[in-house]
């Protein structure tokens, strides 16, 4: 176990950089390339990083399946219900414009939220897919 | 309540997602099944308001967040729409309730929860392709309900539900990228995605690239018939539905091939019929040809199959074969014959495999060497399926003579002589599959793997008995069926070119 430490050590020190590099990519989406989806996959890529190096049981401590399995859901209903939001302040489905005090801030936080909803639903998946793989030898 | 009322296309939609990610969230099995039976029960209600609207004051067109079609997504619900809607949601409605003792008995417990959100899901889809305007959007609920049903089949009682599933998967990919590169060619010709607006652009455009349209058109047709599973394009069908749970075969078959023949109708008579003169082009006659080939060759196959799902599988091929036939007409009683058989065949096939369903639950085998005396062993589970038996024969007095006498009167308006007596012909080979399964179910001495089968309990039977006394009904009463499908096949030839 001795001969990984530079693995070890450097895994550590790298791991909060790609959680802050995802939240980067995240909010950047508004200007640049980016967004949830590759935010999501960036997220995902820290518990699989973790469970490389530290092996599943410390992957699990940190997402255990249950959290995984759910957030997928969550995602989602985060996005669906951004646009029943809309829906319930008296407009149509997804119309982000009643959201904020102008149509333009509205539009901004809507989507905003949608994409904090895809950062969610795609980091459950990416994880999830990978638990089902690597628990099938165990 | 007027608030709810004009966002029904969109809460159709809406009330499944939730249901969903709910059952997702709820993780075990009897939340699941309560969010799924209330979802199920909810859904008529919005469908039937919406038809009843439609056919009051005409269609209802919904923008998705108050973009203006055609950049924004329409949902525009008129009465071919509204028709499908119902039916898919009565078909959910009537038989959830069978769900819960089938699923638990036929999947282990950690996955129930996510039948039940697999299913939703699988709604969800169904009801988004006939609800939507927009021809992308109907793509993105195509692949929510085929992923799902994929899963749906997966989930079934042996390994090789795990082999049908992927099969069913590359077909239904296939079908699904053909749809895509069709639409993808019409907006090229057209700019446009909006279902209304691609009608009213194409006709100009067909002066300078009709070999473009043309070729949208193929694919189209071909990747929607991959899904409707028309001859010879029906090869995942048979071993999907043989190997996927009993219920999620019962609610595919009524309901998944009927919204792709929505979709088929819909792309024929409302976009390139409007703008291209469909009789000058062969695809009506090479749908006639294919589907005739279906009533013949699977229902010949269906009197072979030694397995009752199966073979009730292949007569399903041979079923759709009738509705694209009526669809080839492109005349009125044709058009009306085949959009009702897409109703009556969906209420018969749900009933005849929610009884597959009951007999597997008793008996654990559905090979009809092993069935011999059920009928005396389950005399209603066998009664109903007796009666939508006759229903696939085309009995007078049920519903699957209503939809023959339309198709036969389509065939004589259109002069086919011989197409009648196919048509009728045809109902002789459905008479020997069927009569086979009667034969041993009724008139064999019981045999050792029935001996303990009785009815099932009310939950089951109910769904079942209530489906197949629809068929003898709308036998005799047919506004609902054929009077909605007269006037929606009025309304789709009225807008040919």
């Known amino acids: 176990m001795s001969l990984d430490l530079i693995l070890r050590v450097g895994t550590k020190l790298v791991l909060p950089f790609i959680l802050l590099f995802a939240l980067y990519v995240q909010f950047h989406g508004d200007y640049g390339p980016g967004g949830g989806f590759q935010a999501g996959v960036i997220v995902a890529s820290v518990i699989i990083l973790l469970s490389i190096t530290f092996g599943l049981d410390a992957a699990h401590r940190i997402a255990p399946q249950p959290l995984v399995e759910r957030m997928i859901p969550l995602g989602v209903l985060i996005y669906a219900g951004t646009g029943v939001a809309g829906l319930i302040l008296g407009k149509n489905y997804l119309d982000y414009s009643v959201l904020s005090h102008d149509a333009v801030h509205g539009h901004e936080l809507g989507v905003f939220l949608v994409e904090a909803g895809v950062l969610v639903t795609v980091a459950g998946t990416m994880t999830a897919l990978f638990y089902a793989f690597a628990e099938r030898g165990r | ?497």
């Open chain 2, 1 to 497: 309540m007027n608030a709810v009322w004009a966002h029904l296309p969109i809460l159709i939609v809406l009330v499944p997602l939730f249901g969903a990610l709910l059952a997702g969230f709820a993780r075990r099995a009897d939340p699941a099944f309560a969010i799924a039976l209330v979802v199920s029960w909810v859904i008529p209600f919005c469908a039937g308001a919406m038809l009843w609207q439609v056919l009051a004051s005409g269609p209802i067109s919904y923008h998705l967040g108050s973009w203006a079609p055609p950049w924004g997504i329409e949902y525009r619900v008129d009465a071919l729409n509204a028709f499908v809607l119902m039916l898919v949601s009565m078909i959910g409605a009537v038989t959830m309730p069978f769900a819960r003792r089938s699923v638990g008995f036929e999947i282990e417990e950690g996955q129930r929860p996510w039948f039940y959100c697999m299913y939703l899901l699988c709604l969800t889809g169904l009801l988004g392709i006939a609800v939507t305007g927009d021809a992308f959007n109907a793509f993105v609920f195509l692949e929510i309900s085929s992923l799902s049903t994929y899963v749906l089949i997966a989930l079934g009682r042996d390994r090789r539900a795990l082999l049908a599933a992927f099969q069913y998967l590359i077909m239904g990919t296939i079908g699904a990228t053909f749809y895509v590169v069709g639409v993808g060619l019409l907006y090229l010709m057209t700019g446009s995605l909006n279902m209304v607006d691609i009608a009213a652009r194409l006709g100009p455009a067909w002066a300078d690239n009709s070999r473009t349209i043309i070729a949208a058109l193929a694919f189209v047709t071909v990747g929607v018939s991959l899904k409707l599973a028309l001859f010879p394009l029906h090869v995942w069908l048979p071993n999907a539905y043989s190997y996927a749970p009993s219920w999620a075969t019962a609610f595919l078959s009524a309901t998944a091939t009927k919204v792709a023949i929505y979709l088929l109708v819909r792309f024929l008579f409302s976009i390139f019929g409007v703008a291209i003169d469909l009789r000058a082009l062969p695809v009506a006659a090479i749908i006639i040809g294919l589907s005739l080939a279906a009533m013949y060759i699977a229902s010949l196959i269906a009197v072979f199959q030694s397995s009752l799902s199966r073979m009730l599988a292949y007569s399903s091929v041979a079923q759709i074969g009738y509705i694209t036939l009526g669809i080839g007409f492109v005349n009125l009683a044709g058009l009306t014959g085949g959009l009702v058989h897409i109703v009556n065949h969906a209420l018969m096939k749900a009933a005849l495999f929610l009884a597959v369903g009951a007999v597997f639950f008793r008996a654990r085998t559905v090979q009809l060497d092993d069935l011999a005396g059920i009928g005396r062993k389950m005399p209603i589970t066998m009664t109903a399926f007796t009666v939508a038996c006759f229903g696939l024969i085309g009995t007078p007095g049920t519903s699957g003579f209503i939809s023959k006498w339309y198709l036969a009167l389509g065939a004589i308006e259109r002069g086919w002589w011989l197409v009648v007596f196919l048509i009728v012909g045809s109902s002789l080979i459905a008479l020997i599959y069927v009569g086979r399964v009667l034969e041993i179910a009724w008139l064999r001495e019981p045999s050792a793997a029935v001996a303990e089968a009785r009815d099932p309990p009310l939950s089951m039977l109910a769904p079942l008995v209530l489906l197949a006394a629809a068929t003898i009904y709308f036998g005799f009463d047919t506004e609902w069926t054929a009077g909605i499908a007269s006037t929606t096949a009025k309304g789709l030839l009225g807008g040919l070119r």
